[in-house]
């Protein structure tokens, strides 16, 4: 997998009600008719900025708070290409392996600037910013999450597979 | 080499010897999902090509988090849920009223080593009972529907030793906070967390669920009390015999070591949008307060409803701001009204709401305006957590949140009732 994208820029502890309120989750299951809402709490026009490729950079702790999946489903939805944070909380880890996001983990929100131009090579592990022409490495994600992220999320993975093959 | 009781409990349950770090293939014990993420889970399991669950007694649905329906929409979305519970024959669908998802596992559920998977991050609870359980989202869940199976890194664990007497008036919410703003938000990320020491032997199981369930506050994937005299006492009133005594090995090995005396912690609150911004009680007293919300799966069981009502019969006020009352289950209602709690509540103004998540999950029942101030007992105070953006949720005690709804502003329960 590579991408190619431009740098949207967010801090520390982005909790899963700024990235999708809770107040909108539960009236429906079509991811389009809340994807709107994006970020809202941070940045109301978010959702109407962005554009497909575009590349999240945070910092530590992205994700935390709820299980709610519709968190990386509404970024992957508005065609965030990739999500890279310090780290990030483990729920939003795996649910965004499981729908099919790929995030990176690699401490770069210090290094890069919102409008930054990344490119991404997650078979090599590298990040390189083409607007500062620096280098980054990052460490891979084992094959089982690469396989699951390649299928496009858990639900593929596993019908293709029928079944987990880890023993 | 000496086991943490995650260690323990995940080579119990796969009967191998593992140890932080590794990855393992668990057979889940009992898999939860509630109306906020049971609908998704449902959807995409049937995308794997399955049409049934692999074993409907394991499956635990609850209709909580927007419960009985605000709207037409979501009416619909529950209705979703019971055809599945029926198409499946899942026997446990714990329809609206029933209470708090983490609430009925514990009433109903969990014994010591399961695997407890939820699609609910506040899963972590039920390491007080030493069984294993996490949050995940609806995918994961929809595989454990679909295989009744899950991988898990084996989680390295902190340990939270807290020691010596609580003064009188600060319970374990207040310890809680106090370690969430010692390990930060974040900084227990993938982790788990023991709580130990003499302090917590002397909790009674309500106020154990209280600390384990906010181990995800600070990143955790679970928190675990170990099983004693009080826990086996807890187990046996609901039938369950020849527990063992379950405790960590003196020579487990633990990634980072926190001391707390007790008699140090005062009555704390959260202030917000931060979970680890928290400050003794008398930092923001004064603060005006708007509404009050005493409930959800941290603190709506009866030990606190008791301390609730013990501190309105004591003051013999009414409240000043609005102050709602969530039971975490029916069963716990139904306690707080043999008990002449609820009459307590009713005759000072409170407000007494149906057994389930209420207005911590912003949907309804308690929805703040503009420029509103909460005080709630519950374990987020983020940014629009309770519906709206541009108010603000401070979180504390019980007993601090009692006090506070009787003088209209925060207030140490200290200062007005010693």
């Given at each position: 997998?590579?991408?190619?994208?431009?740098?949207?820029?967010?801090?520390?502890?982005v909790?899963?009600?700024?990235?999708?309120?809770g107040?909108?989750?539960?009236?429906?299951?079509?991811?389009?008719?809340?994807?709107?809402?994006?970020?809202?709490?941070?940045?109301?026009?978010?959702?109407?900025?962005?554009?497909?490729?575009?590349?999240?950079?945070?910092?530590?702790?992205?994700g935390?708070?709820?299980?709610?999946?519709?968190?990386?489903?509404?970024?992957?939805?508005?065609?965030?290409?990739?999500?890279?944070?310090?780290?990030?909380?483990?729920?939003?880890?795996?649910?965004?392996?499981?729908?099919?996001?790929?995030?990176?983990?690699?401490?770069?929100?210090?290094?890069?600037?919102?409008g930054?131009i990344?490119?991404?090579?997650?078979?090599?592990?590298?990040?390189?910013?083409?607007?500062?022409?620096?280098?980054?490495?990052?460490?891979?994600?084992?094959?089982?999450?690469?396989?699951?992220?390649?299928?496009?999320?858990?639900?593929?993975?596993?019908?293709?597979?029928?079944?987990?093959?880890?023993? | 080499?000496?086991?943490?009781?995650?260690?323990?409990?995940?080579?119990?349950?796969?009967?191998?010897?593992?140890?932080?770090?590794?990855?393992?293939?668990?057979?889940?014990?009992?898999?939860?999902?509630?109306?906020?993420?049971?609908?998704?889970?449902?959807?995409?399991?049937?995308?794997?090509?399955?049409?049934?669950v692999?074993?409907?007694?394991?499956?635990?649905?609850?209709?909580?988090?927007?419960?009985?329906?605000?709207?037409?929409?979501?009416?619909?979305?529950?209705?979703?849920?019971?055809?599945?519970?029926?198409?499946?024959?899942?026997p446990?669908?714990?329809?609206a009223?029933?209470?708090?998802?983490?609430?009925?596992?514990?009433?109903?559920?969990?014994?010591?080593?399961?695997?407890?998977?939820?699609?609910?991050?506040?899963?972590?609870?039920?390491?007080?009972?030493?069984?294993?359980?996490?949050?995940?989202?609806?995918?994961?869940?929809?595989?454990?529907?679909?295989?009744g199976?899950?991988?898990?890194?084996?989680?390295?664990?902190?340990?939270?030793?807290?020691?010596?007497?609580?003064?009188?008036?600060?319970?374990?919410?207040?310890?809680?906070?106090?370690t969430?703003?010692?390990?930060?938000?974040?900084?227990?990320?993938?982790?788990?967390?023991?709580?130990?020491?003499?302090?917590?032997?002397?909790?009674?199981?309500?106020?154990?669920?209280?600390?384990?369930?906010?181990?995800?506050?600070?990143g955790?994937?679970?928190?675990?009390?170990?099983?004693?005299?009080?826990?086996?006492?807890?187990?046996?009133?609901?039938?369950?015999?020849?527990i063992?005594?379950?405790?960590?090995?003196?020579?487990?090995?633990?990634?980072?070591?926190?001391?707390?005396?007790?008699?140090?912690?005062?009555?704390?609150?959260?202030?917000?949008?931060?979970?680890?911004?928290?400050?003794?009680?008398s930092?923001?007293?004064?603060?005006?307060?708007?509404?009050?919300?005493?409930g959800?799966?941290?603190?709506?069981?009866?030990?606190?409803?008791?301390?609730?009502?013990?501190?309105?019969?004591?003051?013999?006020?009414?409240?000043?701001v609005?102050?709602?009352?969530?039971?975490?289950?029916?069963?716990?209602?139904?306690?707080?009204?043999?008990?002449?709690?609820?009459?307590?509540?009713?005759?000072y103004?409170?407000?007494?709401?149906?057994?389930?998540?209420?207005?911590?999950?912003?949907?309804?029942?308690?929805?703040?305006?503009?420029?509103?101030?909460?005080?709630?007992?519950?374990?987020?105070?983020?940014?629009?957590?309770?519906?709206?953006?541009?108010?603000?949720?401070?979180?504390?005690?019980?007993?601090?949140?009692?006090?506070?709804?009787?003088?209209g502003?925060?207030?140490?329960?200290?200062?007005?009732?010693?």
């Open positions: 997998m590579k991408f190619k994208g431009k740098v949207w820029k967010f801090g520390n502890d909790n899963t009600d700024e990235i999708i309120s107040k909108y989750k539960y009236d429906t299951l079509n991811i389009n008719e809340i994807v709107k809402h994006t970020f809202e709490a941070i940045d109301p026009d978010f959702a109407e900025k962005v554009s497909k490729g575009d590349i999240i950079v945070a910092g530590g702790n992205f935390c708070g709820s299980s709610r999946e519709q968190a990386p489903l509404v970024i992957k939805q508005l065609g965030i290409s990739t999500v890279i944070a310090d780290f990030f909380a483990r729920i939003f880890y795996r649910n965004a392996v499981n729908t099919g996001l790929p995030i990176i983990e690699c401490p770069l929100s210090e290094k890069v600037d919102e930054d990344l490119e991404v090579n997650f078979e090599e592990g590298s990040i390189k910013n083409l607007s500062k022409n620096e280098s980054f490495e990052f460490r891979k994600l084992s094959m089982f999450m690469l396989d699951i992220l390649e299928a496009g999320g858990l639900v593929n993975y596993l019908r293709e597979k029928k079944g987990f093959p880890l023993k | 080499m000496g086991k943490t009781l995650a260690e323990k409990i995940i080579s119990v349950s796969t009967k191998k010897d593992v140890y932080s770090g590794d990855v393992v293939l668990c057979d889940v014990d009992i898999v939860m999902a509630h109306d906020g993420t049971a609908p998704l889970a449902i959807e995409e399991m049937k995308k794997m090509g399955v049409d049934k692999w074993d409907p007694n394991k499956v635990v649905l609850v209709i909580d988090h927007t419960s009985p329906s605000p709207s037409d929409r979501i009416s619909n979305i529950h209705a979703m849920i019971r055809n599945f519970a029926k198409e499946n024959n899942i446990n669908l714990y329809d009223g029933s209470g708090i998802c983490h609430q009925l596992l514990i009433e109903n559920h969990v014994i010591p080593f399961q695997i407890v998977i939820g699609g609910d991050s506040h899963t972590c609870t039920h390491g007080a009972l030493c069984a294993f359980g996490t949050g995940m989202g609806s995918t994961d869940v929809a595989a454990i529907f679909a295989y199976k899950t991988w898990l890194r084996v989680p390295e664990t902190f340990k939270v030793e807290v020691a010596g007497p609580l003064q009188s008036y600060v319970y374990s919410k207040d310890i809680i906070l106090q969430t703003k010692e390990i930060g938000a974040a900084g227990a990320t993938y982790k788990a967390i023991e709580f130990l020491g003499s302090t917590i032997t002397n909790l009674n199981m309500d106020e154990r669920f209280t600390l384990t369930n906010m181990a995800v506050e600070m955790g994937k679970s928190g675990f009390i170990p099983v004693d005299n009080v826990t086996k006492k807890f187990l046996e009133g609901k039938g369950v015999r020849n063992p005594e379950i405790k960590p090995d003196k020579d487990a090995d633990y990634e980072r070591e926190y001391l707390l005396e007790a008699e140090y912690i005062e009555p704390m609150v959260a202030v917000p949008p931060r979970v680890d911004n928290v400050k003794p009680v930092e923001v007293e004064a603060l005006e307060l708007d509404q009050v919300f005493i959800t799966c941290t603190n709506g069981r009866l030990s606190d409803l008791k301390t609730s009502a013990k501190i309105l019969k004591k003051k013999k006020e009414k409240v000043k609005r102050t709602i009352i969530g039971p975490a289950s029916r069963n716990i209602l139904i306690q707080a009204i043999q008990e002449g709690l609820i009459e307590v509540f009713l005759k103004g409170a407000v007494i709401i149906p057994p389930g998540c209420g207005p911590c999950i912003g949907r309804h029942l308690g929805i703040l305006g503009d420029g509103e101030v909460c005080l709630s007992t519950q374990n987020r105070n983020f940014k629009g957590r309770m519906g709206n953006p541009n108010a603000e949720i401070y979180l504390s005690s019980p007993a601090t949140a009692v006090a506070s709804a009787i003088t502003y925060i207030t140490d329960p200290r200062s007005i009732l010693e």
